[in-house]
DNA sequence: TTGAAAGCGCTAACAA
DNA sequence: TTGTTAGCGCTTTCAA
């Protein structure tokens, strides 16, 4: 660096510059000199020595001292999907609302990297943490526990802390009516010709598969199989389940139910092996929502999380967090989506940028 | 919390318990005791004890202490899109490789959010940071450069620090062409029926148009109009500019370029007002890759930005930056996408998780 | 090969 | 209404 960086000023410098001591100067610069009784006009002088100084905080000063640093953890499975990157969005508007300093980490679902990563959010003496999608909350609960960081648990719930999640037993129900629904317009339909592509061991995949039978069993009645093939929670896996499935039958199934937008950019995967003409009548449910999924040329009906009120509901509960016996399962309403449907996002709600003026 | 959070281990604890001094302790847990030739047996035994305590450094303490964080930064302007997404994806691995800590924000591509979200990370500090897709870099740089934070500037080129950017002009040559040898397998095509959608005034839209307006001279001459459609950077903008185009011209252009995939959910959002079948022959191309975008119901061409690339670039930067009187300008080549592909992205690089055994 | 001591920049009692 | 003082937990000379 050419110029190179002038020491940053500190307290003892705007004390040294205004006569006040450095604890006035904190006060001032804190927010906390009403409750100091420091007199508006200094207050106001400090305010603009500082301004002109250029003076900044430093924050790990402040966070080693009081033991808090102003940071909120997000810890998502991945960021490279649209569902939990619209929980990173909406959790950056809301933590910088408050004032804070949002810090969104991804664990890959690889639980050792969770831990890692918890530890070291811990490290950084994080005040709050949102745990998105573990598949062992519990565990994590003892890291933060033991070191004394609320945490909530989104999307898959666990037993030691309270957990926000997706109704996935009614989302589930409505997306298995929805295209047995749509299915039925080209002709009748049998149980066994509808299938569901997913199905983990965790919480929200019981649910859906819960949801998925039941409505299957009150449209169609009992089938002699369970009509469910187990995928992973990646692309990759997934083609591999829709390619058994097809050399197996010769066909994909009259109608399925896709477990996320990772598993269904699988069966694009599947999918691009073969002539687009192979594969028209499909229909198909996808338990996420994507925009551009939305216009694929068969008839997919998605769910949409409710991502805002997800991440809402867990910040509040951070602050309220009492831990109870049995904690509580939040369970907050999805919404089905119809085949071309371009619902909004949280980009809509972004300031228009100074560029509209063209 | 029911069991009170039990004050957190120290190294003076430590030291208590084992009779080492603080010191000693200290130098064994961060790594540096070979250099300061402590005995292995010591450190052998300081890091058991610390492990059976359960032992975490405060790295609030060691920042203070040794004035850098561990943090690096990156700054996005989104997180909800899977360009931006897969770059936090590849930074956060590459950062975590290195043994840092990703802290990864987003700005809205406002710039007052940006300036504040930028010293906000100064303030914890951070020991360098990528500024992807800023309009105003220049300015950011300032607040970096008095910070001395390293900085490299990603997607958008500042003038005052090295940038490292996709091949935009490259880039948009080669799907203007794609595009156009699309539309003519149809018809013949003229000049004035192939535009672009999006073209801001920034350095990367400025590139794009160029390469444009060169493919399209090439292949079809000079046309009496500059056929290019300003859009703003959100999905709703877009679809305004598209509704006004339709207006105007009671049908869409024979082909188009649009300029981002989040100009291309604008599109989504104007034909979702219509029936599917009054765009039958549409020919599109967009300067972004998304898989599901990629089997829309019509030709999508696309072009996918090696955001690994990009984001392994830029890391090594940051170790490397001296600053130029002309700041280097790296190009990354991006890649030309046919319809219907599906390509494998960050998450295929994600670890096998656990419930592979089932 | 190790320990003692000073101090990073800030906050919070306690005094004045 | 403001200043003094003692740390927060760590790293880093300097001594031993």
Redo the contacts with the bound molecule.
Sequence with gaps: MPSVAK???????LSALC?????????V??G?WRE????E???RKIQQLAAEQG????????G????RSGLVGLLLPVHDNRYFSSMAQYFQAQVRARGQCPLVVSGGRNHNEERQLVQRLISYAIDGLLIVGSTNPDALHEICENAGVPHINIDLPGNKTASVISDNYQGAYLLTQAIIKQAQYTAPVLANEVYLFGGHDDHASQERIHGFLVAKKEMLGESNTRCICSTGYSPAMTEQAFSAFYKQYKQLPRAFFVNSSINLEGLLRFLAQYPASLFNNLVVGCYDYDPFASFLPFPLFMIRQDSAAMIARGLELLDTQATQLTPTIYRITPQLVAPRTALTGPLDELQSPTFLKD
């Design positions: 020491k940053k000023a500190t307290i003892y410098d006569g006040a001591s450095a604890s006035t100067i904190s006060a610069l804190n906390s100091r009784r420091i007199k006009s200094t207050a003076y900044q905080v430093n924050l790990q000063a402040r080693l001292r009081s033991a």
